[in-house]
């Protein structure tokens, strides 16, 4: 069981198993969240991946999806590539959901966590329904080997975003809160989103952005405490809330560059706890 506020990065594992949790170990932090797929999803490779947990003692937290096929590169793009709201790759991303989720039970994780695409804010407009009875399936599917299925936010309002799960209605339907993604997307200011959405955050990342400057384009990512999100205060009020899941840093870039701004993001959020904790025994 993961102590609360745990510190946790997202990672790949594309030096290997046993490598990337040590690089993670070295920077002092206890907990992953995984792209999929880390390693071959084989009987070989969940076995890799299992020696390397078990070596390094870093927990895996949380299985994220990606999808063949997907691109960032504008908002017009993310719209017709990412997730399930594309018709023509629906079926088969929702069969590696599937995949996914047996995947993530033998390594005894219970979250998955995904991009479903741009939910449409009108409840009245078909691909609402339509992805509603999507995600009940998928819920319903997770459930019976005790998953969570969980919802990257960002592409959506958090009114749109908390009417959809109100609609969807399953008690293993949560949310990933990613603050700068809502910035990113120009949707949503992440410090009053946490009024919206706090009773299903099931994880976060720890991530910053700035507002997109031009129409159809995202915002820029930068470090954690270095954008538009005002981390110390959004961390804060998440606490204040009750939150007492993962503290997951995201950084999206490679490099020297990226575990400098890792150690950076650690370094805020753990002043951050400190004053916490000072209050909570003051
Ligand atoms: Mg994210």
Same mark, same amino acid.
């Given at each position: 069981?993961?102590?609360?506020?745990?510190?946790?990065?997202?990672? &790949?594992? #594309?030096?290997?198993?046993?490598?990337?949790?040590?690089?993670?170990?070295?920077?002092?932090?206890?907990?992953?969240?995984?792209?999929?797929?880390?390693?071959?999803?084989?009987?070989?490779?969940?076995?890799?991946?299992?020696?390397?947990?078990?070596?390094?003692?870093?927990?895996?937290? =949380?299985?994220?999806?990606?999808?063949? &096929?997907?691109?960032?590169?504008?908002?017009?793009? +993310?719209?017709?590539?990412?997730?399930?709201?594309?018709?023509?790759?629906?079926?088969?991303?929702?069969?590696?959901?599937?995949?996914?989720?047996?995947?993530?039970?033998?390594? #005894?994780?219970?979250?998955?966590?995904?991009?479903?695409?741009?939910?449409?804010?009108?409840?009245?407009?078909?691909?609402?329904?339509?992805?509603?009875?999507?995600?009940?399936?998928?819920?319903?599917?997770?459930?019976?080997?005790?998953?969570?299925?969980?919802?990257?936010? &960002?592409?959506?309002?958090?009114?749109?975003?908390? #009417?959809?799960?109100?609609?969807? #209605?399953?008690?293993?339907?949560?949310?990933?809160?990613?603050?700068?993604?809502?910035?990113?997307?120009?949707?949503?200011?992440?410090?009053?989103? %946490?009024?919206? =959405?706090?009773?299903?955050?099931?994880?976060?990342?720890?991530?910053? &952005?700035?507002?997109?400057?031009?129409?159809?384009? =995202?915002? +820029?990512?930068?470090?954690?405490?270095?954008?538009? +999100?005002?981390?110390?205060?959004?961390?804060?009020?998440?606490?204040?809330?009750?939150?007492?899941?993962?503290?997951?840093?995201?950084?999206?870039?490679?490099?020297?560059?990226?575990?400098?701004?890792?150690?950076?993001?650690?370094? =805020?959020?753990?002043?951050? %706890?400190?004053?916490?904790?000072?209050?909570?025994?003051?």
């Amino acid at each position: 069981m993961t102590n609360q506020w745990a510190l946790g990065v997202m990672t &790949g594992m #594309s030096e290997g198993p046993l490598r990337a949790l040590e690089a993670v170990r070295e920077l002092g932090i206890p907990t992953v969240q995984l792209q999929y797929p880390p390693q071959p999803d084989t009987p070989a490779g969940i076995a890799k991946i299992e020696a390397a947990r078990a070596a390094t003692g870093i927990e895996i937290t =949380l299985i994220f999806c990606g999808f063949k &096929g997907e691109s960032y590169a504008d908002i017009p793009t +993310v719209k017709a590539t990412v997730g399930l709201v594309p018709l023509g790759t629906r079926a088969e991303r929702v069969a590696m959901i599937h995949q996914i989720s047996l995947f993530a039970e033998q390594l #005894s994780v219970t979250r998955i966590a995904a991009h479903i695409g741009f939910i449409p804010e009108d409840e009245g407009d078909p691909l609402h329904a339509q992805m509603s009875q999507i995600l009940q399936e998928i819920c319903d599917d997770l459930a019976t080997r005790g998953q969570f299925f969980v919802l990257e936010t &960002g592409q959506e309002t958090a009114r749109g975003l908390k #009417s959809f799960i109100e609609a969807v #209605s399953r008690p293993n339907l949560r949310i990933n809160f990613d603050p700068a993604n809502m910035i990113l997307y120009g949707k949503d200011h992440p410090l009053e989103a %946490l009024d919206c =959405l706090h009773p299903w955050i099931e994880s976060v990342h720890c991530k910053d &952005g700035l507002w997109p400057t031009y129409a159809d384009q =995202l915002g +820029v990512e930068v470090p954690f405490g270095e954008g538009a +999100v005002d981390a110390a205060a959004w961390l804060e009020k998440l606490i204040a809330l009750g939150y007492r899941g993962p503290l997951t840093i995201e950084r999206e870039i490679a490099g020297e560059a990226q575990t400098r701004d890792i150690v950076a993001a650690k370094n =805020l959020i753990e002043a951050v %706890l400190q004053k916490s904790a000072a209050w909570e025994t003051s």
